[in-house]
């Protein structure tokens, strides 16, 4: 009996030294796929210093750019996991699993109209939040889209026809598949290779925005920006529900406070690149090539039996948010007719 005593009290104080103090520091970390100059990584270190100052320490979140925490294919399983509280993904890297989180990228789908999209983002947020909870455990912060995607060059572009059988770097299935239909060779490259890929010839171009183009240096590699102005990869700020829940009090009020800040300066980034991403690689030295009546419409074309194969798809969850987000680009563009 006074062994049994003896064990339990043993238990009793480890129980009690192990159990974490309502003023212990605790540690969050934030994974993002831009380098850290890109304005994603830039607004994650600000809100991470706001939860910071708001929790007077008792709350640090590390910020890990460049995939450097998790790749972005594998984000939405640690977020889900608990492996990290929270993660800026694009849609594309987690289609596979995920497909509805695609929607935006789709090839000429959501017109690039600054206001229209945020109306479109936060449409679609409730329904997001809904299939991501359900799902995977996993609270939505919120949605934004990065700008228009272009095609880069390493060789001179006057058409489609110069980009026949070019190793295109690509992201996502429907990007890649965008890509076969109009000529091109879609290679699968991690976002931290493409730049060493077109350096040593791997790869003869790649699809990404005029910022963060500029932002990982590609002007360096590339000096031909085809402008096709396709999509424009989503972004999900995706937080693990349990870490959410599991922080005291004053430190999860401090965090949902923090987030709508978080999310303004992401939306201000996608924002400020597509005014000032063109300016800054022509002042590198790129030059713009456009894109011709005739290409345009190949690309319409082939746009469009993208998504048409990508909605046969979908499951019901996944059509619902298709539906109300077609809905809502069908009425503005029947308005810009």
């Known amino acids: 009996m006074k062994r049994f005593s003896l ?40 809100f ?50 995920a497909q509805p989180l695609e929607l935006l990228d789709l090839p000429l789908f959501v017109p690039w109209d600054y206001e229209f999209r945020v109306k479109l983002w936060d449409a679609l947020t409730p329904a997001y939040r809904e299939y991501l909870a359900k799902n995977y455990g996993i609270y939505l912060a919120g949605i934004l889209q990065a700008e228009p995607r272009m095609i880069y060059t390493k060789t ?51 699809w990404v925005a005029d910022a963060p183009h500029f932002f990982n240096k590609g002007y360096e590699v590339t000096k031909y920006i085809y402008d096709v102005g396709s999509a424009g990869a989503g972004f999900f700020v995706l937080v693990n529900q349990k870490a959410l829940d599991a922080l005291p009090a004053e430190s999860r009020k401090a965090v949902m406070d923090a987030l709508p800040g978080y999310l303004a300066e992401l939306r201000k980034g996608t924002h400020g690149g597509a005014t000032n991403g063109r300016q800054w690689l022509v002042k590198e030295g790129m030059t713009a090539v456009p894109v011709s009546p005739a290409d345009r419409e190949t690309m319409t074309k082939a746009a469009g039996t993208v998504v048409d194969n990508w909605v046969k798809r979908l499951k019901p969850d996944g059509r619902k948010i298709y539906d109300q987000a077609k809905a809502m680009i069908d009425e503005y563009n029947a308005k810009k007719k």
Request: hydrophobic share 40%; proline share 4%; charged share 20%.
């Open 156 to 206: 001179e572009i006057k058409s489609l026809a110069d980009l026949k059988g070019r190793k295109i770097r690509s992201a996502g299935p429907t990007e890649t598949e965008f890509s076969r239909l109009i000529g091109l060779t879609p290679v699968s490259v991690a976002p931290s290779e493409i730049y060493t890929g077109l350096q040593q010839g791997l790869l003869d171009g790649n």
């Open 48 to 97: 991470a210093a706001t939860v910071d100052k708001a929790t007077d320490g008792k709350l640090k979140i590390a910020v890990y750019p460049t995939e450097s925490l998790f790749k972005g294919k594998d984000s939405l399983d640690a977020v889900s996991k608990n492996l990290t509280a929270i993660y800026r993904v694009a849609g594309f890297h987690v289609a596979g699993e």
């Open 7 to 46: 064990l339990g009290l043993f238990l009793l104080c480890a129980a009690l030294m192990g159990a974490p103090s309502a003023h212990a520091q605790v540690n969050w970390t934030l994974g993002d796929v831009d380098a850290a100059s890109h304005w994603g990584p830039k607004a994650a270190t600000q």
